[in-house]
């Protein structure tokens, strides 16, 4: 059985400070999404990552994967306060057509 | 209109009522999927159609019925729920089955309270 898991679960953070939130993956995958979710809004698809070493970086983001190690990382670079809001890795099976969640990080970056 | 819509946005319901959840997607997508997302659990998937076919059912109690008249249109029919149905139930599409590359698309949510 996959299993997805996110650490941490809770992160509160200073503006200007760079921090890492993680996403492991318990079997073999080489396609992982990150989704970004506001308080009671729906799920915003970030990034795509479709092979080992895929890097992709929007504004303060930077998602990567490295599917040997069976790990995906989103680093955040000076935070503002914009990205206060809950992320979620997913990891597609590409055996059959659903994604694994993880249980999502909720991140608060305070002024 | 575009994307993936949602209505309601929010819903109360006792124990005893019939109502219905309402999806709605303007991309031309082939897949449209019904997950639940309760407090402190990973989303969980309930069903997924497939061109107005019904692919998985993820052993989801029979009090939750969907429906899929056509590749635009989904529906979940809610009824005698439970208090612990009490989550934000999320709409979502897709090019089709595979993902490949794009994911989902979500809609906003329903927020149901069952009192």
């Known amino acids: 059985e996959l299993k997805v898991e996110q650490n941490p679960l809770f992160l509160s953070m200073q503006e200007g400070k760079n921090y890492t939130i993680y996403c492991n993956y318990s079997t073999t995958s080489d396609r992982l999404y990150w989704y970004r979710q506001d308080p009671g809004k729906s799920l915003e698809s970030l990034f795509v990552l479709l092979s080992n070493g895929a890097v992709k970086q929007e504004g303060r983001l930077m998602a990567s994967l490295d599917t040997k190690a069976r790990l995906s990382t989103l680093h955040i670079t000076a935070a503002v306060h914009d990205l206060s809001a809950t992320y979620f890795c997913a990891v597609d099976m590409r055996s059959n057509y659903q994604l694994i969640w993880g249980a999502g990080t909720k991140l608060i970056i305070k002024p | 209109e575009t994307g993936v819509t949602q209505t309601p946005r929010h819903l109360v319901m006792g124990m005893t009522n019939k109502k219905s959840l309402k999806c709605e997607q303007h991309l031309g997508h082939n897949a449209m999927y019904w997950y639940k997302q309760s407090a402190k659990k990973p989303l969980e998937l309930m069903f997924v159609y497939s061109l107005e076919e019904r692919v998985e059912n993820n052993s989801v109690p029979s009090r939750f019925s969907p429906e899929c008249p056509n590749s635009s249109h989904l529906f979940l029919h809610l009824h005698t729920l439970q208090p612990e149905d009490s989550a934000l139930y999320l709409c979502?599409?897709?090019?089709?089955?595979?993902?490949w590359g794009y994911g989902y698309t979500f809609g906003s949510g329903t927020r149901l309270t069952v009192v």
């Open positions: 979502a599409s897709s090019q089709d089955l595979s993902l």
